[in-house]
């Protein structure tokens, strides 16, 4: 979700020691495992929040640079992505994804969250969270197809 | 405002399509999507990654550091 291993274990740290500090406050209105996956997510919320990805807005926050959105490539039937797609590939692409997009593709697609549970753990619309996961997917596509070499498209 | 949908080009259709998925409408049921192959294989392509998604980042342990870091943090937390 950080896309680095360190940070990841600095953030896994600070989790247990939120756990410990926030245990307490726990009522069993949620599953338990559901509310320490709150917490956990919170915790990197928090860090993308330092590292400036502001959530407040964001809307903002998380859409890229006009150059840096993703592409519409209108056609070019030939180029498609069925089958398999590499593992490998997908995973680069995906840390390559701005901290925004990466966020919300992961929540979705990789972990299994709502589009609620995301609007309100991200505090955005659900449209927002549909749209923004929407042009996540379109840019890894993007990025997939820029992996493939013309000789492999042909 | 563009007329038919069924008119639309398929610059148009892509143009307004995260707004229409935010909107919650179903877009592979859009009339532009029905009468349009190319439309229609962007969405079969972008549901393929969101398919590929479910096999990524399988879970990692922490090391044994991390256990030992955790552990000596609580106990600095509760001096």
Request: with cysteine; proline share 5%.
């Given at each position: 979700?950080?896309?680095?291993?360190?940070?990841?274990?600095d953030?896994?740290?600070?989790?247990?020691?939120?756990?410990?500090?926030?245990?307490?406050?726990?009522?069993?209105?949620?599953?338990?495992?559901?509310?320490?996956?709150?917490?956990?997510?919170?915790?990197?919320?928090?860090?993308?929040?330092?590292?400036?990805?502001?959530l407040?807005?964001?809307?903002?926050?998380?859409?890229?640079?006009?150059?840096?959105?993703?592409s519409?490539?209108?056609?070019?039937?030939?180029?498609?992505?069925?089958?398999?797609?590499?593992?490998?590939?997908?995973?680069?692409?995906?840390?390559?994804?701005?901290?925004?997009?990466?966020?919300?593709?992961?929540?979705?697609?990789v972990?299994?969250?709502?589009h609620?549970e995301?609007?309100?753990m991200?505090?955005?619309?659900?449209?927002?969270?549909?749209?923004?996961?929407?042009?996540?997917?379109?840019?890894?596509?993007?990025?997939?197809?820029?992996?493939?070499?013309?000789?492999?498209?042909? | 405002m563009?007329?038919?949908?069924?008119?639309?080009?398929?610059?148009?259709?892509?143009?307004?399509?995260?707004?229409?998925?935010?909107?919650?409408?179903?877009?592979?049921?859009?009339?532009?999507?029905?009468?349009?192959?190319?439309?229609?294989?962007?969405?079969?392509?972008?549901?393929?990654?969101?398919?590929?998604?479910?096999?990524?980042?399988?879970?990692?342990?922490?090391?044994?550091?991390?256990?030992?870091?955790?552990?000596?943090?609580l106990?600095?937390?509760?001096?």
């Open positions: 979700m950080v896309g680095n291993v360190a940070e990841a274990e953030l896994t740290q600070e989790a247990f020691l939120q756990l410990h500090r926030k245990i307490a406050t726990f009522r069993g209105d949620s599953a338990f495992s559901t509310w320490l996956h709150r917490l956990a997510i919170n915790v990197v919320l928090m860090q993308l929040r330092k590292k400036g990805l502001s407040i807005s964001l809307d903002e926050a998380m859409e890229p640079a006009p150059d840096e959105g993703p519409r490539s209108f056609g070019a039937p030939d180029l498609t992505l069925t089958g398999a797609i590499d593992r490998l590939a997908l995973e680069r692409a995906v840390a390559d994804l701005p901290a925004g997009y990466r966020l919300i593709f992961i929540l979705h697609d972990e299994g969250f709502e609620n995301i609007a309100s991200l505090d955005c619309s659900i449209g927002n969270s549909k749209s923004q996961l929407h042009k996540a997917r379109l840019k890894l596509r993007d990025a997939l197809r820029a992996q493939t070499s013309p000789e492999e498209r042909s | 563009t007329g038919d949908p069924r008119k639309m080009s398929c610059a148009e259709f892509q143009a307004q399509l995260s707004e229409l998925i935010g909107s919650g409408e179903d877009v592979a049921a859009h009339p532009h999507v029905q009468g349009c192959d190319r439309c229609r294989a962007l969405l079969a392509e972008l549901e393929t990654i969101a398919e590929a998604a479910r096999q990524l980042f399988p879970s990692v342990e922490p090391p044994d550091e991390v256990w030992t870091q955790i552990e000596s943090a106990k600095q937390e509760e001096k």
